[in-house]
């Protein structure tokens, strides 16, 4: 075991067999108001040592804004899996995740996303601990940056065709090359036919050379799904995103087998065996794990590693902030079957100011932190200015 601790003296870690080792203190959480749509939850554990861990645990309430009352929900859930980690070392994640995921998975999609928000942090402090970037405790990076895609919907408050066709076109000049957006919104109050135009005005705004994605959000019936994807079908989608609900399994089997488009889903699944149903049955050929709700970067792997064992590729669902969006960069920086990532495209102008160094995207892609842990920090000054 000498050469293990001459490694991890040679990285910085050298506290570790000290009385300096770390361990975490307490929990905090910064609600951070965007815009009317959206209210970025950003998780912070703190050590004795004095460092810090960052987790994201948005959009836990589904799709509609975060109220002050549900934030304070969250700040409860957080602190009973929070309590599980108290006074241990951030470096026991194993154990966390032995004692807290059977709480996560009988306690719905709040309960999951804050146990995934721990993870989140534990991941970011252990990083740090020992003194490297996250992404070399699951193997290390096969890239140095990741592609992608401009999600263009709570952006667009024009939801007309010329609304998301002036979106695309803004986010296409700014240098992606795919991009995806949800006409259905609000299905009750409008047509099918609505967000297929919309779609189609897309298309024609980006022209052939641009990826150009939709989710359905769960709208659709499976006629409908079917009936909506052949009338896209010369929009050339890259993939035609939940139109039923992704724990409808045999329903989705029924709408792949009848319409073109590859189908993606899975965002508000939870561990390997949420997305295994969809999966074994071939249903989709996109899986779409949320750091945020599927358990954490680890489980992100394991379901990867999973999908790939099917011949399902994996695009990891991220209409987040740069909290989350940094922390699944690190999930998916070593996985050959990552196709591509989601990032929450034109909210707001500040938004890449809320870590330091500031997030940047850069010809529709962004690098793979290379400093320790999520090789972030939080901009307390600038969250306390928009906190919710």
Known sequence: MEWTRRALLASGSSHLFGRAKPKIRGCILWPVRATSRTVWLVVQLHTDSGISGLGEASDAFGFASTSAAQAREMEQALAAFANLVKGRSPLEIAAYREAAAPLARAGGLLAATAYSAIEQALWDLAGQTLGVPTHSLFGGAIRQRIPLYANINRATTDRSPAGFAASARQAVAEGYKALKAAPWDGYLRISASQGIDCTRAIREAV??????????HSNFTVAESVRVAREL????????????????VAETVEIARQIRQPLAGGEFLFGVSGFLPLCQEKAVAIIMPDVKHCGGLLEMTHIAAMAGAHGVSVAPHNPSGPVATTASLHAIAGLGNCEILELQWGEVAWRGELLGPPERVTAGQMEIPQRPGFGISWNEKLASRYRL
């Open 207 to 216: 022209g052939p050379a641009i990826d150009v994605m939709v989710d359905a």
């Open 233 to 248: 079908e010369p929009a050339r989608l890259r993939w035609y995103e939940e139109p039923v609900a992704p724990t409808r």
